[in-house]
């Protein structure tokens, strides 16, 4: 997975209310901004995005921000207009911190070398080394916002052979791959449309499991996980039912497809609920197709 780094300078660019933004992805959980990337052209959806902060000096400058592209370059006017010579990205920020909170320059020189952080962020836009991604990834799990993946177990509360058993891949525990899948993604499921937000409200916000889709049999040695297109956010019952007596997942599509074929259990009692899921997906799965 491709990852820039897009640096911001709060006296020469103050587009927008970065305490009011911090709050935001606090609650939310995503911002989503447009941001200049001078002339590049080759940034496509899906590049993860690290936000480097330009302060007065180097000792003052660090790294506060993280998100992902979700969409190609463009330019904010008509095509070829001379007015005009920059180009633009729409980036989802999942993660900043607070101003005065920056990983600083030293802690990035001795985590992640391989990239000249000095002046780094004078650039608009600058690619991270492939060998660089998960030092950087790393680097911010630790000196990050902190965060709490409500999916996770706590620890004691299931007896081991218990826990052993569940069938979720490492992947899907990644905290980092699920931060970058849900900013692009979003939160409802991917099969269904289910928002455990727009069902439960506030206790509901940002909840979902996010499944991965390349099978086992796929997993070489050689495997390098792409956040964007590896994982998928499914509520819990299509989660299970992708794994559900198979060896090979069920993909989207084919969960999509039994949903809008399913009857009903005979001498059930169908509610509006149910047949309203049932109607979403008749038209998810219709959309797809189109």
Not at 53 to 63: P, R, Y
Not at 83 to 92: D, G, I, M, Q, T
Not at 171 to 198: I, K, M, N, P, Q
Not at 222 to 245: E, F, I, K, S, T
């Amino acid at each position: 997975m491709a990852a820039v780094i897009l640096g911001w300078n709060p006296n020469r660019y103050s587009g927008w209310d970065y305490r009011a933004v911090v709050e935001q992805v606090a609650e939310s959980g995503r911002f989503l901004a447009r941001w200049s990337v001078g002339r590049r052209r080759n940034i496509p959806a899906g590049t993860e995005a690290w936000l480097l902060l330009q302060g007065a000096s180097d000792a003052a400058s660090g790294l506060i921000g993280h998100g992902v592209v979700v969409s190609e370059p463009y330019e904010a006017g008509q095509p070829g207009d001379p007015e005009v010579p920059e180009r633009y990205v729409s980036v989802s920020f999942d993660a900043l911190l607070p101003l005065g909170e920056q990983i600083r320059s030293d802690s990035l020189d001795k985590a992640v070398p391989e990239i000249r952080w000095a002046g780094a962020g004078r650039r608009p836009v600058r690619s991270v080394p492939p060998s660089a991604e998960q030092e950087l990834r790393r680097l911010w799990r630790d000196l990050g916002p902190a965060t709490i993946d409500p999916a996770e177990l706590v620890p004691g509360t299931y007896p081991e052979p218990a826990v052993a058993t569940i069938n979720v891949n490492r992947y899907e525990r990644d905290r980092d791959a699920r931060r970058v899948c849900l900013a692009f993604h979003g939160t409802s499921c991917a099969v269904c449309g289910f928002s455990f937000e727009a069902a439960f409200g506030g206790i509901g916000q940002g909840f979902i499991q996010v499944h991965h889709v390349v099978p086992a049999s796929q997993l070489g040695g050689a495997y390098q996980l792409d956040p964007v297109a590896d994982l998928v956010p499914l509520c819990a019952n299509c989660h299970a039912m992708a794994h559900r007596g198979v060896s090979t997942p069920r993909t989207v599509s084919e969960l999509r497809a039994v949903i809008a074929a399913s009857g009903h259990v005979r001498g059930e009692v169908v509610s509006e609920r149910a047949l309203q899921a049932q109607d979403d997906a008749r038209r998810i799965l219709e959309g797809h197709h189109e």
